[in-house]
């Protein structure tokens, strides 16, 4: 017996590259060496008070059973109304279905639309799983690449010229991982342009950053565009914007038929999520936003801190991200070098290079889409940034 056994899907999919990284990092970490993570995309505050009170008072008040397969209806209610609050968005509580953390949400919301051999269009950079979550539904993922120069994001054109008859769904984040990009409403609603231009695709919204942005603008759902709004299934979660990643909750809005196949798919694997992080999630959409807009003053004022010292590195360039909580260097000056004993090829090299020479844990570019880049996550303390970038610096002129 041996993992030739193992299914074909799952023979055919990638590690994710971040938790691979994480892991390495915490090796080491317990070997004794002083480790700087920058790994992982996970905001380093703790959830809010208020929020952990509603889930120790739903443990008192007897919230220990199953849970309706979509959700418990107040939190319906609540996501429902948060979207007409932030996000112009009007979606009653039938067409929301809570899962398992965003991620389990864009997974559902792909398996419950894609045929084998549908095309499922990815501006990238993107978040690693979303090829993968597109491989197991047997989709093909087509990746468009958003240029270094135009802050990584695709234009409409670009979107236009990858769209055939198989095309189904277009996914993106905005604001972005790995890329902090943000994508603003004059750009999003080009894009929307070209999807009421093709009338069979649907547009999968990952808005899990949606807090954590830092332009003028501010953040725009392409859901609220009626032209297209049937079209949409706009993904959130508490996990970002409430520093709750642990707790494992996500939601789709979408039009009611589109929520209906999801619940039915869920009801078969997962059933409703967690009761306790349910209600505490009620908290979290009903109650007061300071503590999202404390933690993004914190991530406006690390990406400022970040980004000055990265551009300090020959070689390095690097954009000041709009969005999320990730620096995403362009490195490829360094591919080629060598420290006299490591031979730096790509990306991949690079950071595993770095973690064993810095101890600075970062994540390659390449399980991005972004082969030249490497993403260091700012959610962490100021005095821990700035000594990973002293030691990159510091590793890097040893590349020659
Ligand atoms: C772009 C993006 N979407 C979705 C998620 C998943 O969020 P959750 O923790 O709610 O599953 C992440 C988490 O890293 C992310 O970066």
Redesign the pocket.
């Known amino acids: 017996m041996s993992q030739a056994q193992l299914a074909q899907r799952i023979q055919a999919l990638e590690e994710s590259s971040?938790l691979g990284m994480t892991k390495k990092a915490r090796e080491l970490a317990a070997q004794g060496h002083k480790v700087i993570s920058l790994s992982v995309?996970?905001p380093d505050f703790k959830t809010p008070a208020h929020i952990c009170e509603a889930a120790k008072k739903a443990i008192d008040d007897g919230f220990h059973g199953y849970s309706p397969v979509a959700g418990y209806p107040d939190l319906r209610m609540a996501i429902a109304n948060k979207l007409k609050r932030d996000n112009n968005l009007e979606w009653g509580s039938e067409n929301i279905v809570v899962s398992?953390?965003?991620?389990?949400?864009?997974a559902n919301a792909i398996a419950a639309l894609i045929n084998p051999g549908d095309e499922v269009i990815i501006f990238s950079p993107?978040?690693v799983?979303y090829s993968e979550m597109v491989k197991l539904a047997e989709g093909t993922s087509v990746i468009v690449q958003g240029a270094f120069d135009n802050n990584f994001k695709v234009t409409p054109e670009q979107f236009e010229a990858a769209i055939t008859p198989k095309t189904k769904m277009v996914m993106f984040?905005s604001p972005?991982?790995p890329t902090g990009s943000v994508y603003t409403e004059s750009e999003l609603r080009d894009i929307a342009n070209v999807v009421a231009r093709h009338e069979n695709i649907f547009v999968l919204a990952?808005e899990?950053?949606e807090y954590i942005n830092f332009t003028q603008g501010g953040h725009f759902s392409i859901g609220s565009i009626p032209e297209i709004k049937e079209r949409v299934i706009t993904?959130n979660?508490?996990?970002?914007g409430h520093a709750m990643?642990g707790w494992?909750?996500?939601f789709i809005a979408a039009a009611k038929w589109i929520a209906d196949g999801i619940e039915k798919l869920q009801g078969q694997v997962t059933s409703g999520t967690n009761s306790i992080a349910q209600k505490a999630a009620v908290a979290a959409f009903n109650g007061s936003l300071d503590h999202a807009y404390e933690m993004k003053a914190a991530y406006d004022r690390r990406r400022k801190l970040v980004v000055e010292k990265l551009r300090e590195i020959p070689g390095f360039k690097v954009n000041m991200p709009d969005g999320?909580f990730y620096a995403f260097p362009d490195i490829s000056y360094y591919f080629g070098k060598t420290d006299g004993t490591t031979l730096i090829k790509d990306s991949d090299d690079f950071c595993s290079w770095l973690l064993a020479d810095a101890f600075v844990a970062t994540v390659a570019g390449s399980g991005f889409g972004a082969p030249d880049c490497m993403r260091i996550s700012t959610a962490a303390a100021d005095e821990q940034l700035v000594e990973a970038c002293d030691r990159i610096k510091a590793a890097v002129a040893k590349l020659k």
């Open positions: 971040t995309g996970e398992t953390g965003a991620k389990h949400s864009l993107y978040w799983s984040a972005n991982n990952d899990i950053y993904v979660g508490v996990a970002k990643t494992r909750i996500g999320a």
